[in-house]
């Protein structure tokens, strides 16, 4: 019952902008976009959140579109350490409950 | 500042034995969660507590795990008896709620192996 589909996996170049779009066509109005990403054999690390404005922080930039279907997590110039698999998640107003999908592995390549 | 703090971090047992997890969240933090993950299933969330009370705990997958938070710098899950099938990296998660939005803050995990 995921509500957010995301590309399984993705690749970039060490250097370049790796942008990981994320769909949650349903998604409700008091709905947050969450973003985390797990590196290999860690934790899950929180990224970034909005709610329909575009945000950004010292990790990433995320873009939200107008009508809140769909963002666009942005790593503005990747490095090896971003390799990761990414997590979209939606998370109710107030609520704390996360549900991880499968996410978008991505690879950063020298 | 020390992160969410999880030990052991390996544990290897045979079938039917008691399993404690341990964990200490970040310092401050009023919300506690406990993850499951396998390559199977995914990142699963068992149960969290909001100021060392259970919320939900619809995720605990039957009466052989348990939890507690007897204060708010301490938690255990507790697996007994184990099986095979428990086998899995257990994550435990800390927040800080207050108002309505909070990231979590996830500790390095327990990789549980039961033989």
């Known amino acids: 019952d995921a509500k957010t589909t995301q590309p399984t996996s993705m690749d970039c170049a060490e250097g370049r902008a790796a942008n990981l779009p994320c769909n949650h066509s349903?998604?409700?109005?008091?709905?947050?976009v969450y973003w985390y990403r797990q590196i290999h054999s860690q934790g899950p690390q929180y990224i970034i959140h909005g709610l329909k404005n575009n945000e950004t922080n010292e990790m990433a930039s995320l873009i939200i579109t107008e009508d809140r279907k769909s963002s666009t997590l942005i790593l503005p110039h990747a490095t090896l350490r971003d390799t990761a698999v990414y997590y979209c998640t939606l998370i109710i107003q107030g609520a704390q409950k996360l549900v991880f999908g499968q996410g978008t592995r991505l690879t950063i390549n020298p | 500042d020390a992160g969410v703090i999880q030990s052991p971090r390996h544990e290897v047992t045979e079938m039917g034995q008691e399993v404690t997890l341990r964990c200490k969240p970040i310092s401050g933090h009023n919300s506690l969660f406990w993850y499951r993950q396998t390559m199977m299933r995914g990142l699963e969330l068992l149960i969290y507590f909001n100021n060392n009370v259970p919320i939900d705990d619809s995720g605990m997958p039957e009466d052989r795990f348990s939890a507690k938070m007897p204060n708010a710098s301490f938690s255990t899950l507790k697996i007994q008896p184990s099986e095979p099938r428990d086998s899995a990296v257990y994550f435990c998660a800390s927040s800080r709620v207050a108002g309505v939005e909070y990231e979590q803050y996830f500790g390095p995990g327990t990789r549980l192996t039961v033989t």
């Open positions: 349903t998604i409700s109005g008091n709905e947050y």
